[in-house]
């Protein structure tokens, strides 16, 4: 059986966030650890991209608002 949970470490413990279907107490179990990557704002994004790939990508955009502009 495998299960995807929530839980919170600390302490150097791993505390899951609501009881766990199916495991019995002292049960030997396997964990794999995802680190769910941080939502972070625009902001962010400052200085990811160089000035010529954010020219490029301001005009990729503009011809995009073209396109739906003609369009409508």
Same mark, same amino acid.
């Given at each position: 059986?495998?299960?995807?949970?929530e839980a919170i470490y600390t302490g150097k413990i791993i505390k899951p966030l609501k009881p766990i279907k199916g495991? =019995?107490?002292?049960?030997?179990?396997?964990?794999?650890i995802y680190i769910?990557? =941080?939502k972070e704002g625009? =902001?962010?994004?400052?200085n990811t991209?160089?000035?010529e790939?954010?020219?490029a990508m301001g005009k990729m955009i503009e011809?995009?608002?073209e396109k739906v502009d003609n369009g409508w």
């Open positions: 059986m495998t299960q995807t949970i495991l =019995k107490e002292d049960q030997r179990i396997e964990i794999t769910p990557p =941080k625009i =902001k962010a994004l400052a991209m160089s000035r790939e954010a020219i011809a995009e608002f």
